[in-house]
């Protein structure tokens, strides 16, 4: 089979993951494959043996049970086990307890490989001790620079093997803008009149969901980087900026502006609950990644996309969320050699060949010689927009620290949702809470 070449990361990833750096189941049957059951986050312990190959075991725990980043990833674990010959005990938990129950997970009996993201998160857990230094992994054919500074550390040593990074963006059906007539919008006036013509003929223009709490934050990335520019994003992640200064007003201000433009009341839909709206007909566009997709049971094939408008022209519109995700080997997981092994071949191009070839949701690849040929046109477009961009960040949960994520965004940005004329109190709140955690 021929290869092409997927659009590589743009080279400000480097200085996204720099800026990070600042301060720092459900079982099924599967033929050969050994699958734990598990809606808690634990891995089993294993019996002494073989470290790699025939009569070898490796753990690999992953952070999705349905949908087709499920499927993805049982393949790409069916792969791995049928070309080393290693067995491969798949532990298997839902998105959210897996991210909720991240930290107590790795200091208990992990498994040797797990799911996670690039970041400050991954930096955050090699401060820690928490995950395996990969440096010997180093160079991985196929993965270019900027993922090898996404894979890094403050201590300069790589502790992540990427496989995939997807953008978040404004999605919609095709459908439903032929048939009303819409483009996609070139300007911040475009876009507002078609969300004004959206609502004149009954549509709501934004699907929206926050019940989980994380989705919400993207809506927050893209507005702070399209009013204040990406490296002040960068720095306000980092805590290097002040919570409660003008320009983080404005960006609640704006989003204020928009919300009679979404959904009501978020705080009760999950985001697949948005997305099937937006699948109806209800409403007309969704900020989201690719992974949309997942909760409408399609290919994507009538979905299209278009980047967040420009807001301010001397910051522009060429900065987005493209989250990088990819693997880690657990410091504690039992079978330290065979992890790394696993690890190793997670960032070859035959992995999300493997993945690709198990779900048609978009998947773009990110070892250069992975295949393209089976890309759908939604696919096509995320590489190119992904690669033209000149500046990448992580999405919010990945980019600043996890207590500050989790115990202070996003009940504070629930809360604004609730509240939203209160911009002051919030974000008076999020910079005291802020001064407390980065100091």
Known sequence: MSRSHSSAVPRSTAATMAATRRSVLRGIGL???????????????????????????????INETADAAHQRLVAIAKAYEKESGTKVELNEVDHNTFQESINTYLQGAPDDVFTWFAGFRMAQFAEN????????????EGLNDSFKQASTAPDGKQYFVPISYY???????????????????????????????????????FAFGDKDGWPAMGTFDILNMRLNGFDFHMSLMAGDEAWDGDEVKLVFDTWRKLLPYHQADPLGRTWQEAATAMGKGECGMYLLGTFVVDALGENGEDLDFFTFPELDSSIGSDALDAPIDGFCVAAAGKNQEAGKAMAKWLGSAAAPDAGNSAADAPFIAANEGASTETYSDLQKKSAEVVGAAANIAQFMDRDTNADFANTVMIPSIQEFLKNPDDIDGVTASIQEQAASIFG
């Open 129 to 140: 001790g928490l995950i395996t230094d990969l440096s010997d992994l180093w160079p991985i």
């Open 31 to 61: 033929s050969g494959l050994a699958v734990g059951g598990a809606s808690l986050l634990a891995a089993c312990g294993g019996d002494d043996g073989p470290a790699t190959g025939s009569g070898a075991t490796v753990k690999f725990g």
């Open 167 to 205: 953008p978040w963006a404004v999605f919609y059906r095709k459908s439903v803008f032929e048939k009303n007539g819409w483009e996609a919008p070139a300007t911040n006036d475009d876009f507002m009149a078609l969300m004004d013509d959206m609502q004149g003929k009954g549509i709501t223009p």
